[in-house]
């Protein structure tokens, strides 16, 4: 599992890592040209989606990698995703439609936070899952995402009860007992929403836009429109020593500018337009006013030529044909072949312009994700583009004429929130978090919001925290009395004399027994020490009654709500110190001090909010004040 650091202070790089590995025996001769030859496949059978796909920063590559130590071999792969989260969710879409594609695989994905599919699923795993003990546990199988458990009943070739597997062991698991290692379907749910969409979903993350940019960057990204990712993210991340070389723009100057559509990613768009940027005067790119119509254009177009100028400046001058020669063996002439086989080229004419676009996507995608790394030369992005520029005719006439007629831009209404909307995701957020499927109705139920807090008050926990009642289908919790009273004995003592004097003064002044001697003797403590479990909640009960007749004269009664039912409470003139006592409303009085704490967090966080969401329930919004609730 490697892990990528950040070489910027701002910028954090992440890597998802994907393995492929074969059910056979690991000792079988053939795996290695087995394995070789999947690779080709899956390189062909997902071609038509992965050749138009715009990566951030890497892209999703598998390669056959020998055995090594207890992993055998298998096919993986590495791939640097960067600011773009939906990358890495596309690759796990990928490699469940690789495991459903070729259904001798078995695949198991990871990133530098570990398991992250299980993050996705958190709500919903089982409580013997840990990070300690998830390693080589979770795979895609058939299609379908399987959890191989801690131990089981059945006796079977390997140790389970073992903290952790080896990639051997697990497979082994899976190849005789995958319908019983199939995910729960919370779990499974949970991910698989993260991946639905696709591959519709690709067309939707893109974004065409008008930019106003030099002939040499519309001849490039003619044959190559992967190489807009690499320019944003130049520009994106540039620094002082990069805008030196812009100054001059040997590479890129401004005399020969078209207007042209560039495809972007919504993430490579949104970095681009959302920096504030001021053009160097000795570069020769001057915008105009921004009252002008075509102002973005020209600003993109800017922005991005200083990305590619930067990357030409940071090229190392590798021969031209270095990476050109890659087209010419007999690995592409196969892949090429497989193409035409699998109709990739949609029965367009050879030679068209359509068919010369699909094949430059293909030639872009079979350098990025087929060729073998360990086999050919890493050329910089610079690189690639100078090639480009030698071996592309640049024709300005036929640029112009395009520019005459170019399609309308997306709109980009999408990078503008408003609170409506934010309000809106937050509440679909909120209400997928809820557990059970009757949200809509929990929603307004006073009653379960007392039953939620009394069932979390009276749960048991431990040291990893408190447990949230996630149903009211538990068991209530039941009050031992005898044991309760045991264990005090067994902390305090039997003998009064172990305790304090603190303790013995509160004692003598909270003496609910109206003897007429107040300095108990010896005797007379043991004795009462002696009483049965009756008879101290007796005159526990006695105490309290005695507690409420003096509270009763007071106002502390009037901040509680009482049951209807019964007698009011007796007034400090009326001279009925006996009068029945009207119960409190325990459950209004919880709601009402609930709804006062959460309408005084104003929508923000708070600690009602947090407590109530996490056992399940949503407390509607408050629009009035929590007086005219009650």
Known sequence: NRSYTSVTSWVKKQDNRGDLIPSSPPGCSKRGAELRRCAEGVAVRFAPLLAGYIWQRQPFRLRYVPPRGETPAHIGGTTLFGDNVEDEWFIVYLVREITREFPGLAARIDDNDGEFLLIEAADFLPKWLSPENSENRVFFYKGELHLIPLSETHEQECDLSA?????????????????????????????????????????????????????????????????????????????????????????????????????????????LVQQKFVPDRRSGYMLPLPSHPQYKAYELGMKLAHGFEILCSKCSKVSPDSKRNVLRGPLWERFLSSLKEKNYFKGQMEGSAKYVELLHMAEDYFQQSVTKPESSVEVSPGDEILTLLQTTTIDLNEFEREAASLPPEDDDSWLEITPDDLDQMLKEARDESLPSANAEEQKYDLEAVAESMKAFVSKVSTHEGAEMPWSSDESHVTFDVDSFTKALDRILGADSEELDSDDLDEEEEFDFLDEDDEDLDAENQREDQKESPNELIGSLKSYMNEMDRELAHTNVGKSFTAQKKGVSIAGPDSGAEDTELTPIDVDMNLVANLLESYSAQSGLAGPTSNILQSMGVRLPDNADHIGSNN
């Open 163 to 271: 903290a952790t597997l080896t990639i051997s062991q697990a497979l082994t698991l899976l190849s005789t007992h995958s319908e019983e290692f199939l995910a729960a379907e919370p779990i499974r749910t949970a991910v698989y929403k993260r991946i639905s969409g696709y591959p519709e979903k690709i067309q939707a993350s893109f974004h065409r836009a008008h930019c106003y940019l030099p002939a040499g960057i519309v001849a490039v990204l003619r044959q190559r429109p992967s190489l807009v990712a690499a320019a944003v993210q130049a520009f994106y991340l540039r620094e002082p020593a990069d805008l030196r070389a812009c100054r001059s723009f040997q590479t890129f100057p401004p005399d020969q500018r078209v207007m042209t559509v560039v495809t972007f990613t919504k993430c490579l768009y949104a970095q």
